[in-house]
């Protein structure tokens, strides 16, 4: 047995423990211009950590020189007083990532490192490059190292490798090559530079602190260290922030329409988030009341699936008029308390982490509501645990539709075969739950609610309408010159200089 506090331990169990749900790969955090640099980036991933537990890194940039750390495991656990004194510098880059659980390495570990002819780079990604293979098969092919799996550094060699004169020119010149989804930023030795793919999948935003230039997945990032929301980096754009000044380029052709994806609203963001402007919780809100609407039902409360179902729950109790109750409690400890045992570990870390209020569901007909339904094995055991409790009667709802396909641009999903509903039709998952009745979200509805956002949204994994297709993304790029990548040694600092 191994105790919980082994942060490999920790980072295997809440793979486990969140085997049911899609995943966001990443979160980023960059600063430029302020002197605690490395401790702002710090706190700004420690508000992204839900973006990704698997690792962690920050390279700050004393203006020649380049220090990073990057290790396994959760920021907190990783980022001491010590550590951060060794990152000095005005600028910085930090990186959150989750990982499936054939890569969860150290190499994979962001932000990744370069030397180039301008000096030393320091990348981080969020998203997925659905032709990397190709580009990675190419890289090789002439003698490349890659020393990850992760799509990302095919990224950074293709900007090595770059004949172009500045840090920003490299950059466009390399994600001229790649397809997919991409919200990246960069440290060069003077300069952060910040790109966003033109479809605009993922999110990323600039913040102002005093007079710093701040760069984040998400809003609830500058919240923390007290940044005030400039703006959304815009889709196709690429800002290059250099001795205090912000320039914008737009070297890419638009795309068709923006795609920026739905399920960042419907589950991975914070619900203390903007995204594009829009509140994450009072959408989610909305979600719920048009799912009341959609799927209305005779019954005594509406409980929430803690913490993803609460605004979905909310919503669809203001709409319908029955009671909201927080009938299943969650225990909060069991990350820092329990010792794994070594059999039967789902169902044990279900009922330790769960309880059905028998006091509240008991003769009572419950709505249980959570945002989607990945495999369908949480809910099998909570419908279970709140009829065991007493209801007579369970109904769930979900605050998005049947979830078909995976994700091809930045999200950890299984494979569709292991989709629930894409083996089986919402009856047959009905009875797979042991509920009264199911009611998901229809297609129309999600879409209807999301012309709320007024951007373009990205619904592929609902409704197979993928904007950038998987296969023929395999053009061969052309190649130049060819750079070593610095890779940081184990928990140790390792410079890269410029
Ligand atoms: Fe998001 Fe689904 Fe589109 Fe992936 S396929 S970007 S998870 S909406």
Request: hydrophobic share 40%; glycine share 8%.
């Amino acid at each position: 047995m191994k105790q919980l506090y082994d942060p490999a331990v920790r980072a295997a169990l809440a793979r486990e423990r969140d085997g049911d749900r899609f995943h966001d790969e990443c979160g980023i955090f960059a600063v430029h211009g302020h002197p605690e640099a490395a401790h702002l980036t710090y706190l700004g991933l420690y508000a992204l950590q839900h973006r990704g537990q698997e690792s962690c890194g920050i390279a700050a940039s004393s203006g020649r020189e380049h220090t990073v750390h990057r290790a396994m495991g959760l920021v907190a656990d990783n980022f001491s007083e010590k550590v951060l004194k060794r990152l000095p510098g005005r600028h910085a880059v930090g990186h959150v990532r989750y990982s499936t659980a054939g890569d969860s390495v150290l190499r994979n570990a962001q932000p990744f490192c370069a030397t180039t002819d301008d000096g030393p780079v320091a990348l981080a990604h969020n998203g997925n490059l659905v032709n990397a293979g190709a580009i990675r098969a190419e890289l090789e092919g002439r003698g490349s190292i890659l020393t990850s799996t992760s799509d990302s550094e095919v990224v950074v060699h293709l900007l090595a490798r770059s004949r172009e004169r500045t840090p920003e020119d490299r950059l466009i010149d390399a994600l001229s090559r790649v397809k997919g989804a991409y919200s990246l930023a960069m440290l060069t030795g003077d300069a952060l530079i910040a790109a966003r793919d033109p479809f605009g999948f993922r999110p990323l935003v600039l913040g102002r602190l005093d007079n710093a230039w701040i760069l984040a997945s998400e809003t609830c990032a500058l919240d923390l260290i007290g940044a005030e929301y400039e703006r959304d980096v815009e889709p196709g754009e690429v800002a290059v922030i250099r001795r205090g000044r912000l320039r914008t380029l737009r070297p890419f052709p638009k795309a068709p329409r923006q795609a920026f994806c739905i399920f960042e609203h419907i589950y991975f963001a914070r619900p203390d988030s903007s995204l594009s402007g829009h509140n994450v919780y009072h959408f989610r809100k909305e979600l719920g009341r048009v799912l009341a609407r959609e799927h209305p039902v005779p019954a005594d409360m509406v409980v929430p699936v803690l913490d993803s179902g609460n605004a979905a729950a909310l919503g669809y109790a203001e709409e319908s008029g029955i009671p909201y109750e927080t009938a299943l409690v969650r225990n909060q400890y069991v990350k820092r308390t329990f010792i794994e045992p070594s059999q039967s570990v789902r169902d044990f870390r279900v009922k330790i982490k769960h309880n059905a209020s028998r006091g509240l569901v008991a003769g009572k007909r419950v709505v249980l509501v959570e945002d989607s339904i990945v495999r369908g094995t949480t809910l099998l055991k909570l419908v279970g645990l709140i009829r065991a409790a007493g209801a007579t009667a369970v109904h769930v709802r979900v605050s998005s539709p049947p979830n078909t396909g995976p994700c091809h641009y930045g999200i950890d999903t299984p494979t569709r075969e292991e989709l629930i509903a894409h083996r089986h039709s919402t009856d047959e998952i009905r009875k797979i739950l042991g509920c009264d009745t199911l009611g998901y979200l229809s297609l129309d509805g999600l879409r209807r609610a999301a012309q709320l956002l007024k951007h373009g949204i990205c619904d592929a994994c609902f409704s197979d309408a993928y904007p950038i297709p998987v296969d023929g993304a395999d053009d061969a790029p052309q190649l130049s010159l060819f750079h070593t990548v610095e890779v940081d040694a184990d928990d140790e600092d390792a410079r890269s200089n410029g």
